[in-house]
């Protein structure tokens, strides 16, 4: 490749009929100017590709660095749902137990209030029963006692000549009912 300073440097013979020597060293002067601002752009050109370069192969670790973070947040994002998983099926193994357990104290207490309301229906059947008893007994009773009043009124004479006295009467009923109460 062919320099600026290439170019300043050439010399040329000087011959008889050839060109002048002035027009060659403009075009010379020229060709130069042009060369020294190519080689100013390409060493600019150059920077700036090893500048590009250089923030490439920054791009590239950060990239790198990229991927190892993602890579750890995709790991630690399994390990927590894993670990979530697993609480979850702790917590819902816990909360069966529970419930089990609920349901069995349920069904034991309802047992036991079953049993003592089994307990109680024999208790007032009995009390039912007693009761019965006894009303049959004061009704044979009232009964009886009737009878015997009505004995007692059939048996009183049926023409009483004499004075006869309400309030006795009365009286002698009243205490033949409590004599028969006895």
């Keep these: 490749m062919i320099t600026s300073r290439d170019v300043r440097n050439k010399r040329f013979e000087k011959a008889a009929f050839g060109y002048k020597q002035e027009e060659i060293?403009?075009?010379?002067?020229?060709?130069?100017?042009?060369?020294?601002?190519?080689?100013?752009?390409?060493?600019?050109?150059?920077?700036?590709?090893?500048?590009?370069?250089?923030?490439?192969?920054?791009?590239?670790?950060?990239?790198?660095?990229?991927?190892?973070?993602?890579?750890?947040?995709?790991?630690?994002?399994?390990?927590?749902?894993?670990?979530a998983?697993?609480?979850?099926?702790?917590?819902?193994?816990?909360?069966?137990?529970?419930?089990?357990?609920?349901?069995?104290?349920?069904?034991r207490q309802h047992a036991e209030a079953m049993e003592k309301n089994r307990l109680e229906i024999a208790k007032e059947r009995d009390a039912l029963t007693d009761a019965r008893r006894q009303v049959a007994e004061f009704k044979r009773s009232l009964f009886e006692m009737y009878k015997s009043h009505l004995e007692l009124i059939s048996s009183m004479p049926e023409d009483y000549e004499g004075d006869f006295d309400v309030t006795e009467t009365a009286e002698e009923i009243a205490a033949a009912v409590a004599a028969n109460n006895d």
């Design 85 to 107: 998983n697993a609480k979850a099926e702790e917590i819902i193994g816990a909360a069966q137990a529970k419930a089990a357990e609920l349901e069995d104290e349920a069904v």
């Design 25 to 83: 060293d403009e075009f010379l002067s020229q060709l130069e100017a042009e060369l020294d601002e190519m080689e100013k752009d390409r060493m600019e050109a150059n920077n700036k590709i090893q500048i590009l370069a250089d923030k490439v192969r920054e791009y590239m670790k950060d990239e790198d660095a990229l991927k190892d973070a993602l890579l750890g947040a995709q790991k630690q994002g399994h390990q927590v749902i894993n670990e």
